[in-house]
């Protein structure tokens, strides 16, 4: 069971402050997915390994020309162009035209 | 030139054939956009230079006579999602509202290369995040079918233009049905390729290792030739695979005689509507007609399927979506004075209802003491969910099953519970956890003349049996 104190602490954890009316909607919705989400423990997965990509499995399976998982995947280590340094900054924010800008991290 | 007849392959051989030009294609496509897409909401931005652009350059070619390229003049979709170069890129986010993308997605690159031309940005859920386009940190798309009722989601912009003949085809992205649910709910064909199959390179990422990138269009056949264009190793995306890309027009209206369908029966149990069921099962009848060997198969993980996927696409989505922050792109909060205030605020402002609360979940399912019990016990579940499909695929070719429960429900209808909401993808998200093919075609109506859609699933990497069968009932339906 969700409690108001576990919706703060993952909110802190995930950078949201939230109002106090999403928070009581949220504390809720939780609950109600969770208590959905529990029915995974009806099954006895001791034996099982956990999957997280699919790509490990057509590994496998030789689906794809790696003979270890991931073999496909790996590239030359080359140096190749990357974003330019006035491109990357342009979305920013806040910059000085070097650098990102964000509020004062360290208070003196 | 009624342009709302026109195909992937009609399109460019009237270009080629000089009956018009890409310029014109163009010029109609954006008039029609502008006296009809208010009403439905699918575009969120145009590229009108870019698309000029494009057009004047296949237009020379077919002056001077050269060959033209195989999507020459084809104009096309993009969902959101999918970065565009020098084009405001939103994810249908407020946090990206001002996010103009530095380069171009590979498939972007891929289709403009093969001369196709993209008209504009389809309107979506936020961060792909939703069932019905409600989600849009916008404006909602109303269905072209009946304007009362969504599209369904994410990828609901770009199913609605093939519905309303608004572009010719479009792309979208797939993390749990977001091709196929919308294709079903608009009466237009969707295809979601194998894992790996398309580079995700430049699509914005929701969940990562559930992320897919497919084609919509009006056929079967026009799918398949934005398929072959988009698919294909591509080393800036590690999971493309490096598969050899086989001709998807071959398989394409060869005799479906001898092929074994199966059809599981964990998806025509509670909760399916009567006439989805009865339309799904006179495709299938087709199919039998046709020479099928019809065989009743078991997946019986299935029901596992939906609280697997919502562990595993919230934690992948709540890691995903950490790096909205306000400080190197999109929209940030004026007034944080301090670095986490200006975060906090910034996502607070930034994300809609939806996000936050799988950004909560994921966050939840990954916190210490929780990691093991939600998280490694969903990615357990879904080896299981996938192995379901292994076993089924020694039996049979093909598996048949509704796209959706229900045809498209009204605006509103599901915006309070999002349990419900989730439910709508209870057929779709199982091939997304277990990465194979999947498509959704038009299957009949509903008595109120909603579209209702047919989904075929196919094996890993075998999209050509799967573009058969899809074609085979659409050819039975229509005849």
Not at chain 2, 3 to 24: G, P
Not at chain 2, 145 to 172: E, F, H, L, Q
Not at chain 2, 236 to 255: E, F, H, K, R
Not at chain 2, 353 to 358: F, G, N
């Amino acid at each position: 069971m969700v409690t108001d104190k576990d919706v703060s602490y993952v909110a802190d954890l995930a950078h949201l402050e939230l109002t106090e009316h999403e928070r009581a909607r949220l504390l809720k919705d939780l609950n109600s997915v969770l208590g959905y989400i529990d029915r995974l423990n009806e099954l006895d997965t001791t034996n099982v390994e956990p999957m997280a990509q699919v790509a490990s499995r057509l590994d496998e399976g030789g689906a794809t020309s790696g003979t270890e998982g991931f073999a496909y995947a790996m590239r030359a280590d080359e140096p190749r162009p990357s974003l330019p340094h006035d491109e990357a900054l342009r979305n920013a924010p806040a910059s000085d035209g070097v650098f990102f800008k964000v509020p004062k991290v360290i208070e003196r | 030139m009624n342009i709302d007849l026109l195909t992937v392959d009609s399109a460019r051989t009237a270009v080629l054939e000089k009956q018009t030009t890409a310029t014109a294609l163009v010029d109609a496509f954006y008039n029609k956009i502008d006296a009809e897409d208010g009403a439905i909401g699918a575009y969120l931005t145009l590229c009108k230079e870019r698309a000029y652009q494009l057009a004047a350059r296949v237009d020379a070619l077919a002056d001077k006579g050269d060959a033209l390229p195989p999507l020459a003049g084809v104009p096309i979709a993009v969902k959101d999602v999918f970065a565009t170069k020098d084009v405001r890129t939103t994810a249908g986010s407020k946090i990206l509202a001002n996010f103009i993308a530095p380069y171009d997605a590979t498939v972007v690159t891929r289709l403009e290369d093969a001369g196709a031309i993209i008209l504009g940005k389809t309107n979506c859920d936020e961060f792909a995040m939703g069932s019905s386009n409600e989600n849009s940190g916008f404006h909602p798309v109303h269905n072209p079918r009946d304007r009362s009722r969504v599209p369904g989601g994410s990828s609901g912009g770009s199913a609605a233009v093939i519905a309303a003949g608004t572009a010719v085809a479009s792309i979208g992205s797939d993390t749990g049905g977001s091709i196929r649910q919308p294709a079903a709910f608009c009466g237009v064909v969707g295809l979601k390729p194998t894992y790996g199959r398309v580079s995700r390179y430049g699509l914005i990422a929701f969940a990562s290792s559930l992320d897919h990138v497919g084609p919509f269009g009006k056929s079967v056949k026009d799918t398949a030739l934005m398929l072959q264009q988009m698919a294909g190793r591509e080393p800036l995306d590690s999971t493309s695979a490096d598969v050899p890309v086989p001709n998807y027009l071959d398989q394409i209206g060869q005799p479906v005689r001898g092929l074994r369908i199966g059809v599981p029966e964990e998806y025509f149990g509670e909760g399916l509507d009567p006439e989805v069921r009865s339309a799904v099962e006179a495709g299938i009848q087709e199919l039998a007609k046709a020479g099928c060997e019809i065989v009743p198969i078991s997946l019986p993980y299935s029901k596992y399927a939906i609280p697997t996927y919502y562990v595993v696409a919230t934690a992948e989505a709540s890691s995903n979506l950490a790096r909205y922050d306000g400080v190197r792109y999109g929209v940030r909060a004026r007034e944080g004075k301090t670095l986490a205030e200006m975060y906090r605020r910034t996502r607070d402002a930034g994300f809609g209802a939806e996000v936050k609360r799988r950004i909560m979940l994921g966050t939840y399912v990954l916190s210490a003491g929780y990691y093991d019990a939600y998280y490694l016990k969903a990615q357990r579940v879904r080896r299981l969910l996938a192995s379901d499909f292994d076993r089924a695929f020694t039996k049979v070719d093909a598996i048949v099953t509704p796209t959706t429960p229900t045809p498209a429900f009204k605006l509103g209808e599901k915006m309070d519970d999002p349990l419900a909401m989730y439910l709508a993808d209870i057929f779709t998200v199982t091939a997304n956890l277990a990465g194979i093919p999947g498509m959704s075609i038009p299957c009949g109506k509903s008595r109120e003349g909603l579209p209702i859609g047919m989904q075929i699933l196919g094996k890993h990497f075998d999209e050509p049996m799967v573009l058969r069968v899809g074609h085979a009932v659409e050819h039975a339906m229509a005849g």
